[in-house]
């Protein structure tokens, strides 16, 4: 028995959009392997739209869960040193993110499907630098300084993709934002770093620059 569909586009019921009005989240907006019937998942396994593309990575359920170990690790290991985690929106507007001609390469642009439809002004930034300078200067006023937070979330950079180099990788950031911080602040962060690092257990020497 097929799951209620919830389209995002009642042209495209496959396709998940944001428009300007509403909102969607996966939990609203079911796409095809989770809500559609036998026969749309079917019709969309034979046209090769679940096939692997390059540059990003699609885990198995063994490695999702070493994935999910791996996440909840350094998570933990950054808040014991203080570092709280930031939610930051994964758009912003493209003349936040104006840079050199090297950086604006790797920046993936926002549009809609429908051809025609006007500019969103949106791309996602390539690291979370930008977003969260952004955010501590429209938050600056709410927070006491100095300021510890921690990011590990998803990354997106438009580059040609090779071995070791993705288009979409997990970023692990620890940021500490203040006047006068001083060394104790790079001494801090290293420790958090160093911390994290060691308790993933990886096997293999690293050294901290």
Same mark, same amino acid.
């Given at each position: ?28 907006? %079911?796409?095809?392997?989770?809500? !559609? ?9 034979? %046209? ?5 593309? !390059? ?111 993705? *288009?979409?990788?997990? %970023? ?7 006047? *006068? ?29």
């Amino acid at each position: 028995m097929a799951l209620p569909i919830r389209t995002c586009e009642e042209t495209q019921p496959t396709v998940y959009k944001i428009d300007r009005e509403t909102q969607y989240d996966l939990s609203d907006c %079911q796409l095809v392997l989770a809500s !559609a019937t036998a026969q749309v998942a079917k019709e969309a396994l034979s %046209q090769d739209v679940a096939d692997y593309i !390059a540059g990003f990575v699609d885990y198995s359920p063994q490695e999702q869960f070493a994935f999910n170990e791996w996440q909840r690790t350094v998570k933990t290991a950054f808040a014991e040193f203080g570092f709280s985690f930031l939610h930051l929106r994964p758009f912003e507007r493209k003349l936040a993110l104006k840079g050199d001609d090297d950086s604006q390469k790797q920046i993936f642009g926002v549009t809609r499907l429908n051809e025609g439809e006007p500019s969103t002004g949106l791309a996602i930034p390539y690291d979370h630098t930008v977003p969260f300078a952004l955010w501590v200067s429209k938050h600056g006023n709410e927070i006491s300084f100095p300021y510890k937070r921690q990011d590990v979330s998803l990354s997106f950079r438009g580059e040609r993709p090779r071995p070791g180099r993705f *288009n979409a990788f997990i %970023q692990a950031d620890v940021d500490v934002v203040g006047q *006068n911080l001083g060394l104790n602040a790079d001494v801090e962060v290293l420790a958090t770093l160093l911390t994290g690092l060691s308790r993933l257990n990886i096997g293999i020497p690293f050294t901290l620059y």
